[in-house]
């Protein structure tokens, strides 16, 4: 517009009206309305100072450790929250005495974060005693992660998994030309304290890693997940310090759904669980999938390589944020921590990925990664750690002047990558920025002779660490892990005449209600590969199992995504719940037509603090029945997260810990995507099979939860090598064409899959449960099943299919062996009756089609 | 003929312009996608094209509103080339954001790129319920005139997007709309049914999704056509329904107004 500008500063005003007190003012201004971290909040008319911030004037600083007694270096941790333990600040002191000198503050920063339990993962690496409750030692388990779920996928040895546990996103094969890429982050409590904020950013930030893994992948799909405490809950019950569940539900989901949209990369699949333990701990999960061709898997960065800052601009938000979501929450982190939460522009990362595969596809960079936790500090010192590498903090961009070099270090603002790029192609890629109106900056250059990193501000030296220390100093350690075995009493469950309100409710709970209310704001269609989309069935509003899109328009192959997930078992049995999460993952994949033996998964753990030993045995007890689920069912795990400490402490002192909750994310290679199917039910006269056992157990179902009966530890158990033959002989009735429709069996059981297909399918279906296989492999059905644990039991490994008569023959042929049973027929009649075994005059359940939807569909009609 | 060639306007936030492209050449055209900075440091590029798309996307991050920052680019930097292009008789078409673009910019609905006329007659508002919205409509081919779509026709196609509550400045210009069968497409049920929450997804006044310029080469329309251009998108592909595709028909059509 012909203006020079100096300097622009914005401000929003709001005018407020009503008679309000000035506390209640400061209250909607502060909590609603101004972001702290960037705003300030002006009550009268209100004219800057100055626009433009002052210059930084160099200071270097010095941290005196050297001559520090146990006492004192634990406090140095506390103080400079660096979240590290006294073994660890030992090593420091001990590098640094051996140097001869004290370090600088942001030699020390560099070390916290590298080390940090978010960047890490010192739990998951570190070595496991086990105890039993008694004492009595058990087992050594070196390097937990190694001996479990690293070992599945290096035993499982498949040709398509491409690149495993190394880069930002495992990455599998997909076509000759083509193989996808796929990460699971969580955001938790930086979206616990600014929903918003925190769920935009939490997605931001993945989106990253499959733009960072091999020389950078195109984000072909999104996946969210969330866990919130209840959303009815009367506000008079939520503790200080702590955000209602409903108003970061709605953050989070609006988060999510702005930066997600903005990007362009459709948000196919997710799934929401609600419980009390969430209330100051809710879990962000965000995925992301991207194409990446196959010439393009793997980087490497050279001696000799400019670093190339490339993207958004460096603030002061996101400071601390890796060491930050390594402790547990307070009540005091909201103000404490506020500048650990990082603020997002989609459009920023947008413009950032748009050239970047311009300069990928121009062979422009020999490695690239994101800045993401720990900022320049762990980009850098990730890319460099073989080489060393020398950076000018002084030429780093910045959004405004004013911060410090430690600060410009350390800072998480958002939507910033590193490349590594020769001399030749320096010029190239600063001119390719620049004609899409982006910034690259070179700011330093990788291989140093003496393989250290050295930071420099106005060319004086303020950091200089060996890279050898910042990446194998960290002391290892032994954890331990004493599992105690919880009883609850496990009543029988009341036989009732009839299940029809029962089935109502369960259809209403939060768990299994329809959350159209997120997905539709969820651009889940753009890029035009949609296939099997979230909402499925004659009016698209029907549950699908999992989504499944075309990653290349011009080919019909697909890939197809599902979540296994129960929080509600976790905490009653981490090892049958794991296996559940690995089993629901898995049959949502095949109830689609995934191909199991082109499976992968991917596990993201949430816990409380594992320094408590009888947490730690959970993890271990979780991340024994991954590699067990891995190796049963063939699908090796190709990346995955964790995220430990997620406790909250309240102002009374007492501690809110999340149940043990393990979401395993799978991804599916489908050679023909015109062959999938989807949950509703098709035809009236089609017959209606079980595929899988039932066992009587009921511990952990949402039957129990919803009818406010005792939940005992009698979690179903998973006969995995049972379940494998089942999900391979609904993969090959698919494949044979026989199935029209498919929905698998989890919260809510039976009853609840069988009116899902009907009413998504705009029919009706009378079932009768004669032929439901029952009792686990071992019981053969000795056990008498009580009839809630035939209409809603939770056993996994099961499959409801819809198989048309002329296809009868072809279906029965494909389940060989595994236990099948005929249940009925699709109607016309708009309602669904479930008779129990043996018939009789009247049924378990007698419900009006529609009324079932209602109920399902009411919860979340926000 | 030649293959006609379509030009895919992109700029930062621009998020559809792949499966545009995609949508276009399975329609028979030669498209490319190109930055907006190509074409205001060489507006020529327009000579050599055909079909000018302005793709979906959130173009700016939709600051200051929807399309606004992109439609001062076209207003301000290439108004002449534009005109000119239009006044040959080429075509414009604008799916979503591009619908906004072209809004805010004049070549809708009078095909005039002029800062006083912009956005004085007609806008795209947020929808009625108040947020984003991703879900499948009926439409109603309303105009004879339009050249991207067949009068009488009701075709299926999604929608996603914020902004999109047509609203007219008042009622004369409705009429004038209405008089110059300029209302392309109208929201509307399976069975044709117009009116209603269930039918209109954002509250649009009188129900109108697409708007085309007084020639009929001009065409914004909220639903975005590119998304339905093979049969595995459609939300009930798996029901056996043999759906037309009606996305790709409408690429078709505007190569045959080409030719």
């Known amino acids: ?862 | 003929m030649a293959t006609p060639r379509a030009l895919v306007l992109r700029t930062a936030g621009t998020n559809c312009d792949r499966e545009t492209q995609y949508a276009l050449e399975l329609a028979g055209f030669e498209a490319q996608c190109v930055h907006i900075l190509r074409i205001t440091e060489n507006p020529a590029l327009l000579d050599e094209t055909q079909l000018l798309v302005l793709p979906g996307g959130f173009s700016y991050g939709d600051d200051v509103a929807a399309g606004k920052i992109l439609a001062n680019q076209l207003m301000h930097h290439l108004a002449e080339p534009l005109t000119r292009f239009v006044q040959a008789g080429k075509l414009v078409l604008g799916i979503c954001n591009g619908f906004q673009v072209l809004l805010k910019s004049g070549l809708l609905p009078w095909a005039k790129v002029d800062p006083a006329a912009a956005n004085r007659d007609a806008t795209l508002g947020w929808n009625d319920c108040g947020q984003f919205v991703n879900r499948w409509v009926h439409l109603r081919a309303n105009s004879d005139k339009c050249v991207f779509i067949g009068k009488g026709e009701v075709i299926s196609l999604p929608i996603a997007h914020g902004e999109g509550k047509f609203v007219p400045r008042d009622n004369s210009v409705l009429e004038t709309l209405r008089a110059g069968d300029q209302v392309a497409l109208r929201y509307c049920d399976a069975a044709d049914n117009t009116g209603g929450d269930k039918a209109n997804p954002n509250g649009s006044i009188d129900d109108i999704a697409a708007l085309c310029d007084p020639s009929g080469r001009v065409l914004g329309l909220m639903p975005q056509p590119e998304r339905f251009v093979t049969a595995t998108q459609h939300p009930t592909w798996t029901r056996g329904n043999g759906r037309s595709l009606d996305g790709l028909r409408l690429f078709q059509r505007a190569k045959q107004a080409l030719s």
């Open chain 1, 1 to 862: 517009m012909g203006i020079d500008a100096e300097g622009v500063t914005t401000a929003r005003r709001y005018e407020l009206l009503g008679a309000i007190s000035d506390d209640q003012r400061d209250l909607i201004a502060r909590r609603l309305l101004a972001n702290a971290v960037i705003e300030d909040v002006h009550y009268q008319a209100y004219t800057p100072g100055e626009l433009v911030a002052r210059e930084y004037q160099l200071q270097l600083r010095h941290v005196p450790i050297g001559d520090l007694d146990d006492a004192a270096l634990e406090r140095l941790s506390a103080d400079g929250d660096l979240f590290l333990n006294l073994t660890e600040m030992r090593a420091i002191q001990q590098y640094f005495r051996a140097a001869g000198r004290e370090p600088t503050d942001v030699e020390l920063e560099t070390i916290a974060q590298t080390w940090s339990e978010h960047c890490g993962h010192k739990t998951f690496r570190s070595d496991v005693a086990v105890y039993d409750a008694g004492g009595t030692l058990l087992e050594e388990i070196p390097n937990l992660i190694k001996s479990t779920i690293f070992l599945a996928t290096r035993q499982l040895d498949r040709p398509w998994c491409l690149s495993v546990f190394e880069d930002n996103a495992g990455v599998i094969a997909f076509d000759d030309d083509y193989a996808i890429c796929f990460k699971v982050e969580t955001h938790n409590h930086p979206s616990a304290i600014e929903p918003y904020g925190g769920a935009s950013t939490g997605i931001g930030g993945v989106i990253r890693d499959p733009m960072g893994t091999g020389l950078g992948a195109l984000p072909v799909a999104n996946t969210d997940v969330f866990c919130f405490g209840p959303v009815d809950m009367p506000l008079t019950d939520v503790p200080t310090g702590v955000l209602h569940p409903k108003r970061v539900m709605r953050g989070v989901v609006a988060g999510v759904r702005d930066y997600g949209n903005r990007m362009g990369i459709p948000t196919v699949n997710g799934a929401v669980y609600f419980d009390e333990k969430y209330l100051g701990n809710p879990l962000v999960f965000c995925g992301t999938v991207g194409l990446i061709p196959r010439d393009k898997c793997f980087n490497h960065p050279k001696a000799g390589d400019a670093i190339v800052v490339v993207g958004g601009r460096t603030g002061r938000d996101g400071i601390h944020g890796a060491t930050f979501s390594s402790g547990e929450l307070t009540h005091a982190h909201e103000t404490q921590f506020s500048h650990a939460v990082q603020i997002g522009n989609a459009i920023t990362e947008k413009k950032m990925l748009d050239t970047l595969i311009r300069a990928r596809d121009g062979d422009l960079y020999d490695a690239i990664t994101d800045c993401g936790a720990g900022g320049l500090s762990s980009a850098v010192g990730e890319m460099g750690q073989e080489l060393g590498a020398e950076v000018h903090l002084d030429r780093v961009p910045l959004k405004y002047a004013g911060l410090s070099y430690d600060e410009i270090w350390i800072s998480e603002a958002q939507e910033r990558m590193v490349l590594a790029v020769p001399a030749e192609n320096v010029e190239p890629i600063l001119n390719l920025f620049a004609s899409e109106d982006g910034e690259a900056t070179v700011i330093g250059h990788f291989g140093l002779a003496d393989r250290k990193l050295r930071l420099l501000y106005e060319s004086q030296v303020v950091g200089e660490l060996d890279m050898e220390f910042i990446h194998e100093g960290l002391p290892r350690s032994t954890r331990r892990a004493e599992w105690q075995a919880q009883r609850h009493p496990t009543p029988p469950p009341p036989e009732q005449d009839d299940y029809t309100d029962t089935l109502k409710r369960i259809l209403a709970a939060p768990n299994v209600a329809s959350k159209e209310w997120i997905i539709r704001q969820y651009d889940h269609e753009v890029q035009g590969g949609s296939v099997i989309k979230p909402l499925v069935g004659a009016t698209h509003d029907g549950p699908g199992d999992a989504a499944v899109i075309r990653p290349v328009l011009a080919s019909n192959k697909a890939v197809a995504l599902s979540v296994g997930m129960n929080p509600l078992l976790g905490e009653l049995d981490p090892y049958q719940s794991a296996l559940h999460a690995v089993d629901e993952a898995l049959r949502n994949i095949v109830a689609v037509g995934g191909n199991l033996d082109h499976t992968a998964i991917l596990d993201n753990f949430c816990w409380g603090r594992c320094d408590r030993p009888d947490l730690m045995a959970s993890l271990v007890r979780s991340a024994k029945a991954c590699y067990d689920a891995a190796i049963a069912y063939g699908t090796p795990f190709i990346s995955g997260k964790d995220s430990l400490n997620n406790e909250f402490k309240t102002e009374s002192g007492s501690n809110i810990t999340i149940p043990p909750t393990l979401l395993i994310s799978a991804i599916s290679v489908i050679d023909d995507a015109g062959k999938c199917i989807t949950a509703d039910a098709k035809a009236a006269g089609n017959f209606i099979f079980i595929v899988g056992r039932t066992a009587a157990e009921l511990g952990g179902s949402h039957y129990l939860k919803v009818e406010k009966l005792p939940t005992g530890n009698d979690v179903p158990p998973v006969d995995t090598a049972a379940n494998c033959r089942v999900l391979k002989a609904v993969q090959r009735a698919i494949a044979a064409g026989a199935v029209r429709s498919c929905h698998d069996l989890s919260e809510g059981g039976l009853a609840v899959t069988a009116a899902e297909m009907a009413f998504s399918g705009q029919l009706g279906m009378e079932l009768n449960l004669t032929a439901m296989p029952v009792g686990s492999t071992d019981t053969h059905g000795q056990r008498p099943i009580p009839t809630a644990a035939l209409l809603f039991g939770e056993s996994a490994g099961r499959l409801l299919v819809e198989v048309p008569p002329e296809s009868f023959d072809t279906f029965c042929r494909a389940m060989g062996e595994v236990p099948f049973g005929e249940l009925g027929k699709v109607t016309d009649t708009a309602a669904l009756v479930i008779y129990g075994p043996g018939g009789g005059a009247k049924p378990l359940i007698d419900a009006d089609v529609a009324e079932l939807k209602a109920a399902w569909q009411g919860t979340f009609d926000w």
